[in-house]
């Protein structure tokens, strides 16, 4: 079935870098996701990678796929109070639906 | 991009009566999806709204619960049918870039901002 992971929570001091992490189990995915939700707000895309990938940079967002061991990261450098949020990880297999991570929950300190 | 309108942004419902969510797309999308997200968990999907076709639901989500309406390529609705306090979440709707044409015009997929639904 299918199963996406992630740790729930993760603190960082601000200007260091932040790596959040993420397993599935499903190895057909074709795209893999990364949003962001802020409280009260919707989903925010921040990037994506397609799957025969490993890597993959914009701006201060580093997204790296390992496909062997089905594990995807994101990191964030310069790390931002504006950063805290709930960064979710997502593959979308065959049709384009989405299967979403538990979630993690940045807190971005000074 | 895509722009995606969802209305209501947040409505208090009483148990027992339905509210349908409205989702507008500024483009034309083979596929629009609807999500559920509890309070504190992650989203899930709800069921895959094709137009000219009757609705593909996952697990666990049922057409008499959650209908859905697909009436042309820009526009679906979600009704919360006979609701009770365990419905209270936010409903999303997505839709991955492609007009018309059945082509992946690009990868993205895009998400409203979301229907926060209380049932009292």
């Known amino acids: 079935g299918e199963d996406v992971e992630q740790s729930l929570f993760l603190s960082v001091r601000e200007g260091d870098s932040s790596v959040i992490n993420c397993t599935y189990t499903?190895?057909?995915?074709?795209?893999l996701y990364w949003y962001k939700q802020e409280p009260g707000a919707g989903l925010q895309l921040l990037t994506y990678i397609f799957s025969n990938m490993d890597m993959k940079q914009d701006q201060r967002l580093t997204v790296l796929l390992n496909k062997k061991d089905k594990h995807l990261s994101l990191r964030i450098a310069d790390t931002q109070t504006g950063d805290s949020a709930i960064y979710f990880c997502?593959?979308?297999?065959?049709?384009?639906?989405?299967?979403f991570g538990t979630g993690t929950r940045l807190q971005v300190f000074p | 991009s895509a722009v995606i309108s969802q209305k209501p942004s947040r409505d208090i419902c009483q148990r027992g009566t339905s509210l349908t969510i409205q989702c507008q797309v500024d483009s034309q999308v083979t596929m629009m999806f609807w999500y559920r997200q509890q309070p504190g968990q992650s989203l899930t999907l709800i069921a895959t709204?094709?137009?000219?076709?009757?609705?593909?639901?996952e697990s666990g989500f049922v057409i008499d619960k959650f209908p859905i309406s697909r009436p042309n390529l820009t526009f679906s609705t979600l009704t919360v049918s006979n609701m009770s306090p365990e419905d209270s979440s936010i409903y999303l709707c997505?839709?991955?870039?492609?007009?018309?044409?059945?082509?992946?015009?690009?990868?993205?997929?895009?998400f409203g901002q979301g229907t926060r639904l209380t049932v009292v």
């Open positions: 499903d190895s057909s995915s074709t795209y």
């Open positions: 709204a094709n137009q000219g076709s009757e609705a593909t639901y």
């Open positions: 997502a593959e979308s297999i065959d049709t384009d639906k989405l299967i």
């Open positions: 997505s839709v991955v870039g492609r007009p018309g044409t059945g082509e992946r015009l690009n990868t993205e997929a895009f």
